[in-house]
Nanobody
Framework: QVRLVESGGRLVQAGDSLRLSCAASGQPSVNLPLAWFRQAPGKERQFVGAVQWAGDIPYYADFVKGRFTISKDIATNNVDLQMNNVIPEDTAIYYC?????????????????WGQGTQVTVSS
């Protein structure tokens, strides 16, 4: 069983920076790529980016445009999402998920394990 716990969400102002963290535990977790998704009110869950434990280069959604960075700490099994220059449109619940399928990282169907989410609110 894989357990994912997100933290770091809070209320910030537009232009601020914010760092979210995902703590992964469970036997398969060290072998599964981890991703960040987000879901704004009334909208579908949206892929943000993903990283493999063994790989060096994270994969991002186009809308990230260099504002977000995913990093991993193999020693602690943490995957962080650094968000810079946030905008009100970044307001959402941010989820960490473990990739268990095949194919595209952006396909939500390829993720079996999810965290409970952490709320990010960006005021204008």
């Amino acid at each position: 069983q894989v357990r994912l716990v997100e933290s770091g969400g809070r209320l910030v102002q537009a232009g601020d920076s914010l760092r979210l963290s995902c703590a992964a535990s469970g036997q398969p977790s060290v072998n599964l790529p981890l991703a960040w998704f987000r879901q704004a009110p009334g909208k579908e869950r949206q892929f943000v980016g993903a990283v493999q434990w063994a790989g060096d280069i994270p994969y991002y959604a186009d809308f990230v445009k260099g504002r977000f960075t995913i990093s991993k700490d193999i020693a602690t099994n943490n995957v962080d999402l650094q968000m810079n220059n946030v905008i009100p449109e970044d307001t959402a619940i941010y989820y960490c998920a473990a990739f268990t399928g095949y194919g595209s990282y952006s396909d939500i169907e390829n993720y079996r394990y999810w965290g409970q989410g952490t709320q990010v609110t960006v005021s204008s």
